[in-house]
């Protein structure tokens, strides 16, 4: 399956507009430069008090759909 990896560092400040209802996507890079537009949901299992910090990969099937986020670092 497809996969990107993704640098991650996302204060408890930033990630509280999900909590507040202003956002509900978070857009993010992926290390060859590509734009992934992730359903802040996908990040919440990775949330500490100081926010979300590492290094992830994201694999997708070739219809573009979220299989598998995990924490790499």
Not at 14 to 38: E, H, M
Not at 49 to 65: D, K, T
């Amino acid at each position: 399956m497809p996969s990107l990896v993704l640098d991650i560092a996302l204060s408890a400040e930033r990630f509280r507009a999900v909590y507040q209802g202003r956002a509900n996507r978070v857009l993010l890079f992926s290390r060859d430069g590509r734009k992934v537009s992730l359903p802040a949901h996908h990040l919440r299992p990775f949330l500490r008090h100081n926010g979300i910090y590492g290094v992830f990969e994201l694999e997708f099937s070739v219809a573009g759909e979220l299989l598998e986020l995990r924490q790499l670092q």
